[in-house]
């Protein structure tokens, strides 16, 4: 199983992100691109990312009806992206939907990956807001198996459940999880968090990392503590 570091570029426009990247020089990071630079800049930023030698996260995190993701879904796998995703929430139909849509003629896809819970939410959040009175790690859990059963590759959930979900549905199906901070950095909104030394004992497959990379006074060198506290490099 590939073990990475992906990168969130929540930036809003190309020129920043790649001046971002440019700053990597022959480093080549594996890239989160989601809404905010997807939205502005549509599919030539994808492209050019991946033409820079760059491996792609394309987190769109689509949830509607089955035909409609099936649809969408259809049009991003002509983007030769790495992953991309959507949200267990919109149940095994949609994901099922999904999965036909990505698969290319010749069988090919990237691979998909199923938001269980948004490491935004909290407990108190899923009981309150979406009046779900389960605990969080059940949910989880049961997402992922959702996400299994419906031919999906893994699940996005907080380095927290990835035991948990690698326990349920295997240790090859894959657990991306965000919510990524170091020992000495800021929560910020993020609740279900953990250090990158951590998720690699708690045996996380990526890891996505925003913030702490992307605001750092020196992105190249936090990336790079990223993958030798993930990695062990
Ligand atoms: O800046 P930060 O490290 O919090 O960025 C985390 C990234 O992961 C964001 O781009 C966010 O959209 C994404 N994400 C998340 N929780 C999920 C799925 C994706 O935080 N469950």
Redesign the pocket.
Known sequence: MAKDVII?C?FSDKRTVLDFLGTFGEIKPFV?I?MELFYAEGPDVVKEIKARGHKVFL?L?LHDIPNTVKKAMSVLSGYDVDITDLHAGGTCAMMRAAVEGLTRADGTRPLLVA?T????TDGESLKKDLLIDKPMEEVVEHYALNAKVSGLDGV??SPLEAEKVHAACGKNFITVT???RFADGEA???KRITTPAKARELGSDYI?????V?AAADPVKAYLRCVSEFLGK
Do not use: E, H, N
């Open positions: 969130a929540d989160k989601g987190d995190k938001i819970q948004l490491t935004s996005v959930c965000p919510g990524i910020g909104d993020q996505v990392v925003g913030r702490p992307t």
